[in-house]
């Protein structure tokens, strides 16, 4: 019965599990959490909370510091709280290129490839690489393990994952879709087949992670072949603080008009854009969703158009789907996200009574009616238990 502490460093949190996994566990969802720590906006003052199911353990206020910080107030935390040691530590890591496609042990080589790709993924691997690192030096001596959101889509056909880009300098420097979120993507896919007793291999389904970062990815037999996020996690759907997909041209543009240096425009479309540039108030739903003035209207309005022009143009990708599945803090919580989006795929044979949409919030919830060609699923996009589920298989 390992027990993993996984580590998940988002664009603005540090979540943090106590898995009990069992060594051939068919899917992740077999797993039982223990525990789960969160640290939300990372980078100010702050706060931890560890929680069991809804019963709170420890909270404690945290002076602003970074992931490594964190991870160590993290693992102090833990540390005075009467509970079982764990085996292994598992991280999620955002970019892994084309070097990996399953989880591995973590050692200076594994170190030296994400800090390789801290470039393409600015604001997660090196907070990765910091996790790592503070689990290093914490003295517990845990079998480390990473696992990556990439190695899900390396099934990307060549159509989907080229751009139309001069094709030797696109090979010369690696520039193709990557995909990200696809713990997240393979947990839905999983726990989908294993709700409808489908088997993978025959599961052609669109899923969405829906959060501060947001992709959608086409399931075909089982394997991802399109997805939203490309070379980079700016790529695609809007998002919390990202533009997702804007014209190129753009770009110079206002590296011209307002005289601004590469990296300050990649700031203004990663760090001042989406949600939070379109509200001008929150990159956070569960605020903008109170709010009634225009611009947040807008903004909610402009998110959910976006995901709805994604999933159909993916219905397209499949040609033939079962399911549609809603996952991510967004998706599995948001009905005023997902009720345009289900709205805009009646044609596509989606069936889900408004009202219904409106009550369902979290869990793993069928939410449309059995006449619905085309199923929509909520499910929670458990990242925390497939991490603990793809570390425990690599450590085997
Ligand atoms: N319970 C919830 N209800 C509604 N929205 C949520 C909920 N939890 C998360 N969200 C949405 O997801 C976002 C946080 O996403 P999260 O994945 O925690 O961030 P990160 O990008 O750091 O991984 C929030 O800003 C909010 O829009
Ligand atoms: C890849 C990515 O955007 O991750 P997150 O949603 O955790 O920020
Ligand atoms: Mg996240």
């Known amino acids: 019965m390992p027990l993993v ?4 460093p988002g664009s603005n949190s540090l979540k943090f599990d106590l ?38 353990l420890h909270s404690e206020p945290l002076p602003a510091g970074d992931f490594d910080a964190m991870t160590t107030a993290s693992l102090d935390a833990l540390d005075k709280l009467d509970l079982p040691k764990p085996d292994l530590a598992g991280v999620r890591v955002v970019h892994g290129g084309s070097d990996f496609n399953a989880a591995v042990g973590i050692d200076d080589e594994v170190i030296r490839k994400i800090e390789a790709r801290a470039e393409l993924a600015p604001l997660h691997n090196p907070k990765s690489v910091k996790v790592i690192r503070a689990l290093q030096q914490h003295g517990s001596a845990l079998p480390l393990a990473c696992t990556f959101d990439t190695a899900f889509h390396h099934t990307l056909p060549e159509v989907a994952w080229r751009y139309a880009i001069d094709y030797d300098v696109a090979n010369r420097h690696g520039i193709r879709k990557y995909g990200f979120h696809g713990l997240s993507h393979r947990y839905q896919l999983e726990q989908f087949c294993s709700l409808s007793n489908t088997a993978i291999q025959q599961a052609n389904i669109v899923t969405s992670h829906l959060e501060s970062g947001s992709s959608v990815c086409a399931i075909r037999e089982g394997r991802s072949v399109e997805t939203s996020m490309g070379f980079t996690p700016l790529e695609g759907l809007m998002m919390g603080t990202r533009s997702g997909s804007i014209d190129p041209a753009i770009l110079p543009y206002l590296m011209q008009h307002e005289n601004l240096s590469s990296q300050d425009a990649l700031q203004f479309l990663e760090k001042k854009s989406g949600l939070l540039a379109i509200s001008g108030q929150s990159l956070d739903t569960r605020i903008l969703r109170k709010k009634t003035d225009e611009r ?57 009574d408004p009202a219904r949409n409106t009550n369902v919030m979290a869990g793993d919830t069928l939410l449309s009616s059995p006449a619905s060609k085309l199923a929509v699923w909520v499910i929670h996009a458990d990242e925390g238990l497939q991490l603990a589920h793809e570390c425990t298989q690599a450590l085997q």
Request: proline content about 4%; some cysteine; overall charge negative.
């Open 19 to 56: 898995i009990e996994t069992t060594a051939n566990q068919p899917r992740a969802s077999a797993g039982k959490r223990l525990l789960t720590g969160d640290i939300d906006n990372v980078g100010k003052d702050t706060t931890l909370e560890i929680t069991r199911g809804d019963q709170p």
């Open 296 to 352: 947040s209207l807008l903004a909610m309005a402009m998110y959910a158009y976006r995901v709805r022009a994604t999933m159909g143009a993916y219905l397209a990708v499949l040609g033939d789907a079962q399911a549609i599945v809603f996952g991510g803090g967004i998706g599995e919580n948001t009905p005023e996200v997902r009720g345009p989006i289900l709205e805009g795929l009646r044609g596509w044979g989606v069936d889900v």
């Open 5 to 8: 502490l996984c580590f998940n």
